[in-house]
T-cell receptor, first 115, second 111 residues
Framework: EAQVTQNPRYLITVTGKKLTVTCSQN?????MSWYRQDPGLGLRQIYY???????DKGDVPEGYKVSRKEKRNFPLILESPSPNQTSLYFC??????????????FGSGTRLTVV | GNSVTQMEGPVTLSEEAFLTINCTYT??????LFWYVQYPGEGLQLLLK?????DKGSNKGFEATYRKETTSFHLEKGSVQVSDSAVYFC??????????FGTGTSLTVIP
């Protein structure tokens, strides 16, 4: 089944403790992206990647890192999480120029709480 | 620039009522337009799309028509069901493979 898989689904952590949220897709998509969803703000893009070893900042990149060493994986790294990073996170993917015709495929989300 | 504005929620309807969720956009060129649905506890799923002016996207009884003259892509359904309770996002995709989302509209359908 074609899908984007995120792990974990739920995570509670403490301020300053480094964490990684994994994202993997099995559709051979070049493009991958991370979003955070907050009440009243909708989805805001954190980082995106057009292909392996190519990443770029979205609208709210502060406090986050990403890497794209393999085509299928796009982990989101929080080096020193803070409570304002408590949010619902989504990973998405598409073909390189496929968004206009096919849209994005989203993962099921990771609900992160930083205390 | 590119942006999407959709009606504020939450929206509460009785079962079998008519649904309209308004969406307007700002974009240069000729974007594609989308509606995504997010059921409780799940990720976003593509509901329908339209890639050019006057196209009508449809799925699961939902419809939306790409109106370039009014820069709109309103979502409609003739008779909603309890199972339609979800958050609905309007979005556009333009050059560069990027998506621009509205803030989402929460719909609750009561029996």
């Amino acid at each position: 089944e074609a899908q984007v898989t995120q792990n974990p689904r739920y995570l509670i952590t403490v301020t300053g403790k480094k964490l990684t949220v994994t994202c993997s897709q099995n559709m051979n998509h070049e493009y991958m992206s991370w979003y955070r969803q907050d009440p009243g703000l909708g989805l805001r893009q954190i980082y995106y990647s057009m292909n392996v070893e190519v990443t770029d900042k979205g609208d709210v990149p502060e406090g986050y890192k990403v890497s794209r060493k393999e085509k299928r994986n796009f982990p989101l790294i929080l080096e020193s999480p803070s409570p304002n990073q408590t949010s619902l996170y989504f990973c998405a993917s598409s073909l390189f120029w496929g968004a206009r015709d096919y849209g994005y495929t989203f993962g099921s989300g990771t609900r992160l709480t930083v205390v | 620039g590119n942006s999407v504005t959709q009606m504020e929620g939450p929206v509460t309807l009785s079962e079998e009522a008519f649904l309209t969720i308004n969406c307007t956009y700002t974009a240069t060129g000729y974007p594609s337009l989308f509606w995504y649905v997010q059921y409780p506890g799940e990720g976003l799923q593509l509901l329908l799309k339209a890639t050019k002016a006057d196209d009508k996207g449809s799925n699961k009884g939902f419809e939306a028509t790409y109106r370039k003259e009014t820069t709109s892509f309103h979502l409609e359904k003739g008779s909603v069901q309890v199972s339609d309770s979800a958050v609905y996002f309007c979005a556009l995709s333009n050059t560069g493979n990027q998506f621009y989302f509205g803030t989402g509209t929460s719909l609750t359908v009561i029996p």
